[in-house]
């Protein structure tokens, strides 16, 4: 392995959603790739917000919560000119974030709404095979898991993980007690996010 150590960017944003949620899950999925993978990373995320130079720095940008999602307009134009440059963002619903960031989402990309991305995508298989998209790892609402997402110029720049709880299944095994199985599915996934940001892979 060679090169500087990659990590995850964290996005501190505002709204009073708490995008500080799920404490051991970036931790935890940084050590599985560097463990599962041959990618150098740090043990832990770096915390950013969305109009920091440091933004330019982690190719894998995440963001979390229960709660309200909302982005200042030098927010809206700083992400859409990260993204647009070659940036990957991955939003996690963590259950109750589904409306606001659609929305933002929606203010980011006014000429591109969200599109379930197809099974066939190399997100989906770029490391782990997922035919059937991505994994259920908590029950909500009943609604099966979806991976939505922002594609330009045929490049995925966007992720929306909805009814997944990607990132509960990322913490450590005696926060939600989850079976190993389901855990197990979750950190694949979360691989596979991080070496297709990493990589781009087509």
Sequence with gaps: MQGAALTIGRVHYDGGGDWYANPSSLPNLLRAVRERTRLRTTDRERVVRLTDPSLWEVPYVYMTGHGNVLFAPDEV???????EAGGFLHADDNYGMDRSIRREIARVFPDRPLAEVPLDHPIYRVVYPFPRGIPKIHEHDGLPAQG???FL????????????????????PDVHHDPEA?????????????????????
């Excluded at 134009?77 to 993204?83: G, K, S």
């Excluded at 110029?153 to 997944?164: E, K, M, N």
């Design 148 to 150: 939505f997402g922002i």
């Design 77 to 83: 134009r700083a992400l859409r000119r990260h993204l």
């Design 153 to 172: 110029g045929g490049r995925l720049v966007l992720y929306y993980s909805y009814q997944s709880d990607l990132g509960d299944g990322w913490e450590d």
């Design 182 to 202: 389901v855990r197990e599915q979750a950190i694949q996934m979360g691989v596979n996010l991080f070496v297709y940001a990493v990589s781009g892979a087509a």
